[in-house]
């Protein structure tokens, strides 16, 4: 089942921070996050596993709330390459390991 | 990280020609690959797990006689859509899994945008 993201877009301004939601009905073994830029293939970001890890990548960082079945995605500083659109990606415990992708969220960051 | 490339990047084709796409792993090798279809501001809508040496694996919807899959190799998986017809216009991608320790990390080849007359 497709986890849930939210917002479906956020609009910033260079500087400004902003989080991503993903949220799934299933328990999770872990999560992955993606940035895709128009007409590009998904870059990989990070990947977390369940046991509550938190990670970070530069000024994006993200945490994984293991019962909750939830993970969020920081951008503090935004910068104008860090437009586009974020897909979370849920592998389920106990399943095929194959992750299944959220909708998206949308992020400008204007100057 | 790992490579992956996929070519070609965009086709424009005749109703009821088929088209093949290719999804190499370049400096790894990869025993699973995945395609996927993507339409415009959609996710990522898994079609098919490619295994090497071994028939695909198709997600409940996916034609498998429409969606032909090869991976003879362990860095090459071929898509081929047979006899496409307007409706199969979409951005394809395929991506290949990099198993490090606990995590599957997933690599994706840049897309090939399929356009059918």
């Known amino acids: 089942q497709q986890p849930v993201q939210s917002p479906q877009a956020v609009i910033l301004r260079e500087g400004e921070d902003a989080v991503i939601n993903c949220s799934s009905s299933?328990?999770?073994?872990?999560v992955h996050w993606y940035r895709q830029k128009h007409g590009e293939a998904p870059v990989f970001l990070m990947i977390?596993?369940?046991?509550?890890e938190q990670k970070g990548h530069e000024k994006i960082s993200a945490s994984f709330n293991e019962k909750k079945q939830q993970s969020s995605l920081y951008l503090t500083a935004s910068q104008l390459s860090y437009s586009g659109t974020y897909f979370c990606?849920?592998?389920?415990?106990?399943?095929?390991?194959?992750?299944?992708f959220g909708r998206g969220t949308s992020l400008i960051v204007h100057p | 990280g790992a490579v992956v490339s996929q070519h070609p990047s965009w086709v424009i084709c005749k109703s009821g020609t088929s088209v093949k796409i290719e999804c190499r792993s370049l400096?790894?090798?990869?025993?699973?690959m995945f395609w996927y279809r993507q339409f415009p501001k959609q996710s990522l809508m898994l079609m098919a797990t490619?295994?090497?040496?071994?028939?695909?694996?198709?997600e409940q919807g996916v034609e498998k006689d429409k969606f032909l899959i090869n991976h003879a190799s362990l860095t090459l998986s071929t898509l081929t859509v047979t006899s496409a017809h307007p409706e199969d216009s979409s951005f394809y991608i395929c991506?290949?899994?990099?198993?490090?320790?606990?995590?599957?990390?997933?690599?994706f080849g840049a897309g090939t945008r399929l356009s059918v007359l």
């Open positions: 400096d790894f090798q990869a025993t699973t």
């Open positions: 991506s290949a899994r990099v198993r490090d320790l606990a995590k599957n990390i997933q690599y």
């Open positions: 990606g849920t592998e389920a415990s106990g399943g095929s390991y194959i992750p299944t």
């Open positions: 299933k328990a999770l073994y872990s």
């Open positions: 490619s295994n090497e040496g071994s028939k695909a694996t198709y």
């Open positions: 977390l596993l369940k046991g509550g």
